[in-house]
């Protein structure tokens, strides 16, 4: 991904919690388009990879690349979300899922640590393939059903059967889940939780305003 300047964040644990949150609807919404189309924005796709492997970020504002417009896909979801706008309902059936599943793991601390150790591992590979490459996606894919999906609250993915079934593309629905998983994590080190999203609707859409 082409390094872009560092915008710095507002000072605001709303403002990190709506980019954190909007990192998880960036991941419901390419799931949708993956499963539909076989496609999906190449910027967003990097931007959530790149953010899964690294664990250990320089700052805040490394997580996505520097700049809010790498999570721009999930800024819109999060808006239409905050300003009671309609959205697609089965991307909000994916990111809010995604949120529970999140909590189930943060429960789990066997799970928690088996799956940071997957990732130093797949960081590794990425280091000599690239974040992107197959190799990779597949590895993270593995990461997240060998765990997440173990659980009995599971994501079900709707789509074209046939693009669903093809090469890869299990792997890379996966990989994009576990990068929703990295952003809900996220969001709850920021303080973010699922009532704040009913009762501090005001505060998240002025966050937004704010991030443009």
Known sequence: MTATPIHRVPDSPTARQALALAGVFQAASLVDELARTGQVDSRAWETLIHATLDTNPES???????????????????EAVVGRKQANPVVLRYG?????????????DEMMAGLGQR??????????????HENVIASLGEAYQETLSTFKTRIVVQGDPSLLQSRMMPERVRAILLAGIRFALLWHQQGGRRWKLVFQ???????LDQLG
């Open 60 to 78: 805040f504002e490394a997580i996505y690349g520097g700049h809010p417009n790498n999570l721009r896909r999930g800024l819109e979801v999060l």
């Open 96 to 108: 809010f899922s995604l949120l529970l599943l999140m909590n189930k793991l943060r429960s789990n």
């Open 119 to 132: 990732l130093t591992r797949i960081q590794g590979q990425a280091e000599h393939f690239d974040a992107t």
């Open 201 to 207: 609707r005001g505060a998240l859409k002025k966050a």
